[in-house]
Every structure is written in C-alpha cells, then in structure tokens.
C-alpha cells in the first residue's frame, strides 16, 4: 500500500542554520503531497502542499518540490529560526478524496 | 468557534473501560477524519465520513473501535474495553470537499487517552 518515510529525527539546528528534512513516498498513481507542522501545545497545521510532479510549494520561508523520478518532496529553508521548532509531518493523499498518510515526523529543534 | 475541537482534552482510564471521545468539525464541513498519533509514531488514519455515504471504516484496528456521525455535525469515536495499547492522542479533521475533490484537511487539538 501507500507509505511515506522521512528522515528520523530529532534535527537540532543553529539559528540561520540550512534545514532539509527528507521524505519520500510510495504510491500508486500521482498522489497529492503535504509537510503539516505541529508546533508545541498546538494541533497539526498544514505548511505546504504540491498535487502534480514539479510542483513547488511554499509557505513562510519553506519550500519542498514533487519530484516523480525520485518520489520524493524533501522539505527545506534556507535559514531556520528558534520559532520554527516543531515537529514536521510528511503525507500524501492517494485520491481527491480520502485519508492522509503520514511519516513519523520529523522533530526539529532551533537553539540561539 | 472557527476551528474544530474536541473533548475531553485528556482523558485517563482504567483497562476495560468504556471511553468516548467527541469531535465537532467546522461548520460547513462535509468531510470527518479520525486519526490516531501513538507516541514516536505517525498517524494513524482510522475513519472517514462524507456526508450521507456509508464511513470507511477501513483504518478501525478492532471491533471495539466504533465512530458514528449526526449528519454532518458532530462525531463521536468510542472505544470498548480500553486497552493500553490504546493510549495515544486521538485526532480529528474535517474538510469540505469541492468539485475538484477535497480542499484542506483541518485537524482539531487531539484528545489525549491514558489507559492505566
């Protein structure tokens, strides 16, 4: 069936630091792809999404690209910040409708 | 509220009990998930309602796992003879669903359940 994987955590950057989170999926057909974020006390919030091969999405200083030859829609930023720290969630939906499938997340932690 | 929420917030059991669990989506919503986040893992999809449609109960992990929804309002999750397995937060997410297929998927605070 449908899975995706991610990078295991947790990541612990420097402020300003490069971030890449990696996630890739197996699925038939061309899914729809996802990062939610779940900051600290709170509930999950979608950040990003893409819905066909060489789209990019992006959202708040992240991007992440649908790359069908690689199944793969790795998350990144250019310079993290400390209220970045979260705990980041890839997915994919299989159809138009129906349920997300998610990684294990991926928990990032921004120190000063 | 604008958000969807659920109750309790937490909740603590004892091994056999009986727990239900509450999730009021955004008004509007056709669309319900529930979904279930044990510790260190990922979630965990458990069942969807659309509207009138008959649920996919497809994610259910036992018989004693049941959900029902009034119309498309509110969502209970009940779960029989709790076991400790079952402790984890358990998530809510609604979604409207356009011509084009499903817009967003909102996800409410999660209840978390404790089975000692």
């Known amino acids: 069936g449908d899975s995706v994987t991610q990078m295991e955590g947790p990541v612990t950057l420097s402020e300003e630091a490069f971030l890449t989170i990696n996630c890739t999926y197996t699925?038939?057909?061309?899914?729809?792809l996802f990062w939610y974020v779940q900051y600290p006390g709170e509930g999950l919030q979608l950040l990003l999404k893409a819905t066909k091969a060489d789209d990019k999405g992006s959202n708040k200083g992240f991007e992440a690209t649908y790359r069908k030859e690689t199944t793969s829609f790795h998350l990144e930023k250019g310079s993290v910040q400390v209220s970045d720290s979260a705990v980041y969630f890839c997915?994919?939906?299989?159809?138009?409708?129906?349920?997300?499938?998610f990684g294990k997340g991926t928990k990032l932690s921004v120190k000063p | 509220g604008a958000g969807v929420s659920q109750s309790p917030s937490n909740k603590v059991t004892e091994k056999g009990k009986d727990v239900e669990l509450r999730c009021d989506p955004i008004s509007g919503h056709t669309a319900l998930y529930w979904y279930r986040q044990r510790l260190g893992q990922g979630l965990e999809f458990l069942i969807y309602?659309?509207?009138?449609?008959?649920?996919?109960k497809s994610g259910l992990p036992s018989d004693r796992f049941s959900a029902e929804r009034t119309g498309e309002s509110v969502s209970t999750l009940t779960i029989q003879r709790t076991q400790q397995e079952d402790s984890a937060v358990y998530l809510c997410a609604s979604s409207l669903v356009g011509t084009s297929g499903e817009i967003e998927q909102f996800f409410g605070p999660g209840t978390r359940l404790t089975v000692l």
């Open positions: 309602f659309q509207g009138n449609s008959a649920p996919d």
């Open positions: 699925a038939t057909g061309y899914p729809s």
């Open positions: 997915a994919l939906r299989g159809g138009s409708q129906g349920n997300l499938i």
